[in-house]
């Protein structure tokens, strides 16, 4: 069964969206940042595209 992710469909707040483009910066893999910010893979993959942030896969 897939995970249930508490934050689903809530919206990105500022603060997140400033440490994801931190952790992008830093190389953080996907995994390790979706579970940074309590936020699927798929949210944070989906974020990303959206700000043009390169994500490593895996690390």
Do not use: C
Not at 9 to 18: K, L
Not at 44 to 59: E, F, G, P, Q
């Amino acid at each position: 069964m897939a995970e249930k992710f508490e934050r689903h469909r809530q919206p990105w707040t500022n603060e997140e969206i400033q440490k994801l483009h931190t952790y992008a910066k830093k190389g953080m893999s996907l995994k390790a940042i979706a579970n940074a910010l309590t936020r699927s893979e798929e949210s944070v993959k989906i974020r990303a595209k959206a700000d043009k942030l390169t994500i490593d896969k895996l690390r």
